[in-house]
Nanobody, 124 residues
Framework: QVQLVESGGGLVQAGGSLRLTCAAS????????MGWFRQAPGKEREFVAA???????SYADSVKGRFFISRDNAKNTVYLQMNSLNTEDTAVYYC??????????????????WGQGTQVTVSS
């Protein structure tokens, strides 16, 4: 059974940092793109960052220069380092994995597998 398990969310003050981790249950995702999306209350799920199978990243404009995505294929793990957090970053963050594409897509339908989400709350 394919599983993606996120961790690392929590409560942080504005200006602080958090690192999210997504652990995959299978090595198959090492060959495909993985990404992070987020969903705030009352809003649609939106793209945050993605990384290709080869390690090339893509970022939403709202997080560019503050968030950094990386992957460790030896550990079947993807990370999202979040710096200079602000209240608008408050959301549930979801890890996603594609079973079809290697490039870092910003489109939700590109991704076939999703984690359960981890809450990130930034206080002012």
């Amino acid at each position: 059974q394919v599983q993606l398990v996120e961790s690392g969310g929590g409560l942080v003050q504005a200006g602080g940092s958090l690192r999210l981790t997504c652990a995959a249950s299978t090595r198959i995702f090492n060959n495909y793109a993985m990404g992070w999306f987020r969903q705030a209350p009352g809003k649609e799920r939106e793209f945050v960052a993605a990384i290709s199978s080869g390690g090339s990243p893509s970022y939403a404009d709202s997080v560019k220069g503050r968030f950094f995505i990386s992957r460790d294929n030896a550990k079947n793990t993807v990370y999202l380092q979040m710096n200079s957090l602000n209240t608008e970053d408050t959301a549930v963050y979801y890890c996603a994995a594609s079973g079809r594409y290697y490039y870092p897509s910003r489109t939700r339908t590109t991704y076939d597998y999703w984690g359960q989400g981890t809450q990130v709350t930034v206080s002012s």
